[in-house]
């Protein structure tokens, strides 16, 4: 059974995009074929993986019924494929919200995929059409933060809404957690000042990831961070949340 990921947050520049790549390149490590799907009209988790135009559709095309969601995928390795999107998904938006079931076509079209144990949702910042659309199809959603007081309330009320309104369109979808990236080691207080925040608001901490020193140079070589210095610190920090999700996921099902 394929479970289905929504990576989402109020805030932006919280790392969700890079968390969605590398989640996805750890997860193949462990033997899971996996799905990324970007659902930010901005295209950065194409960019993350170095993706080149190929001429093929992208998702806005799969959304509005021109192409199917096979053909818009991408192969980038035996276990990870990533079904890409441009700015046009933006412009997708006004054709889909005048549609009876615009905002399960994302659901119909991955129905129709198979092989995939995991197909994770780069969703955008906020909660507009698209990352509604993400926790409408998931069935679990991960939001990752910063250990930054703006960023923690933002998470507060991702949880909140997805508790709320999201459940009542997805009754299936769960919040999985929180992951805290750019991690500051040194930073105790901080640190002990975040655990204290997110266990008030109810929120659990899935992992933590180590910050990114030369995270512009993983975009430059459009690999993932895990892919790029798969002995580092960051690829380490991926490797146990990996396992934590696949053990959180996979329980149920087993």
Known sequence: MTSVIAFCNHKGGVG???????VAAALAERGAT????DLDPQGHLGDMFGLEPNGKPRLEQVMLGGAKAGEAIVTLNDHVSLLPCTEALAEAQ????????????????LGGLD???YVLLDSPPGIGFWSGMALVTARWALVPTLAEDLAILSSGKIADFIE??????NPDLQLLGVVVTQAKPRRFRL????????????LHELGRIPRQEDAARAVRHGKPMFWLQPDG??????????????????????
């Open 115 to 117: 092989g995939y144990d």
């Open 94 to 109: 006004f054709a889909l919200v005048g549609m009876d079931d615009g905002d399960r076509r994302l659901a119909a079209a």
């Open 233 to 254: 610190q960051v690829a380490s920090a991926y490797r146990k949340l990996a396992e934590t999700i696949e053990r959180e996921t996979r329980g149920e099902q087993s």
């Open 191 to 202: 640190m002990r000042e975040s655990e204290g925040r997110l266990d008030q608001d109810g």
């Open 34 to 37: 996996v799905l990324a799907v």
């Open 16 to 22: 969700k995009t890079t968390a969605t790549a590398n």
């Open 164 to 169: 709320d309104a999201a459940r009542q369109a």
